[in-house]
């Protein structure tokens, strides 16, 4: 079934239509989402502190500033917007701008997911429901099987889909028009996708991590939000260890708003943030668990690397997929680890955040192991 939404323009408070949408996205999610928590959630969570107009997106200035011109236009003209494709790791806002857009263009917003479109069939509700310049969000759209992925070129190219009807001798194509409608789809992984299907998109847009004090906005609007009270150092404080990341901003600023309440005042002072992200296995510089657990692995089982992402997925037991959304695109960022044609390796820094010395990497000569001739070069 179809999920269809009405985008409002007075945007105080979520109507029903709007609820069928976030219903849409929750039921039509295959993977899950970074920042814990279960992914309905996480969804719900991310519902109540989503910007819902284009003014109060905080960051990406570039990428707003053209879609701001892309919306005037597309205004002006009274057209639909060119297909837009947004790309960048997960919590970096692409479902955001997805919501946003269609509110500032006043028209409606369909809402579904690669994972659950497993056959043409499932996709064509969404479509022929489409209206004149409305827009239809396909999340994860890499993960969108290639039977399906070939039913909707045409239907980007040409507004039209067509439909096999009966097989062998007796099958035949028939061609449907479509209304002209905005297709904007959403990935964490802009290199899955197939050349076709992303030169189909006349727009595309990255998404990259925010700066502290982006975050750090965030954190005081959402706190407002919230009804809590939060001093600037704290709020600059969980920015800091938000991994360049809006979803972990927020979540975040909920559990420290948690501890706050049950722990000190309900206050968020420096020191109350300080003890709720440390009880969360937050360190100073935003790793959590699972990234030291990552860069311990490639240190003490890979010695030092380098190691394939596959063998590291088998070694933690995580999803290779997951490293590579969730935990590498920080890591890699903040040099904590490189990526070399023959895998990751762990660099110094993560060394010394680590607390190991090089000198217990058993690649350093002075460990004893390999190349002892080479002793002198690293001394
Ligand atoms: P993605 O679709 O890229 O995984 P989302 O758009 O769902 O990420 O963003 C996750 C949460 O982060 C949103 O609910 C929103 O509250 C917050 N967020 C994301 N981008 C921004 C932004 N630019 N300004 C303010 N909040 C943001």
Known sequence: MAR???????????????KSAREGIGSGRGTTRDGGGDEPDQQRYDDELRPSRLEDVVGQKAVVERLRILLDATKRRNEPLGHLLLDGPPGLGKTT??????????????????PSLSAP????????????????????IHRMPPAVEEFIYPAMEDFRVDITLGDGLNARTINMKLQPFTLIGATTRSG???????????????????????????VTRNSRKLRTEICPEAAQEIAIRSRGTP?????????????ADV?????????????????KGVDDAGLEEQDRKYLHTIMHVFAGGPAGVQALGHTMNIPADTLED??????????????????????????????????????????????????????
């Open 4 to 18: 269809k939404t009405t985008i409002r323009n007075d945007d105080d408070e979520p109507d029903e239509p709007e």
């Open 326 to 379: 969730e935990v590498e695109p920080f890591l890699l960022r903040e040099g904590f680890i490189q990526r070399t044609p023959r895998g990751r390796m762990i660099t110094a820094k993560a060394m010394a955040h680590l607390g190991i010395s090089q000198k217990q990497n058993p690649k350093h000569p002075r460990s004893g192991s390999e190349n002892p001739d080479q002793r002198e070069l690293f001394d």
């Open 247 to 259: 979803r972990k901003t927020n979540n975040w600023l909920r559990w420290t708003r948690d501890y």
């Open 192 to 218: 899955m996708l197939t050349a076709p299907l992303r030169d189909r998109f006349v727009n595309r847009e990255h998404l990259d991590f925010y700066t502290d004090e982006e975050l750090a906005t965030i």
């Open 263 to 279: 722990r000190a005042n309900g206050k968020i002072t420096l020191e109350v943030a300080r003890a709720a992200l440390k009880m």
């Open 121 to 140: 069939k499932d996709l064509l509700p969404y479509l022929t429901n489409a209206a004149y310049g409305s827009v239809l969000f396909i999340d994860e």
């Open 97 to 114: 701008l997805a919501t946003v857009i269609p509110r500032e263009l006043g028209t409606e917003l369909q809402i579904t997911a690669g």
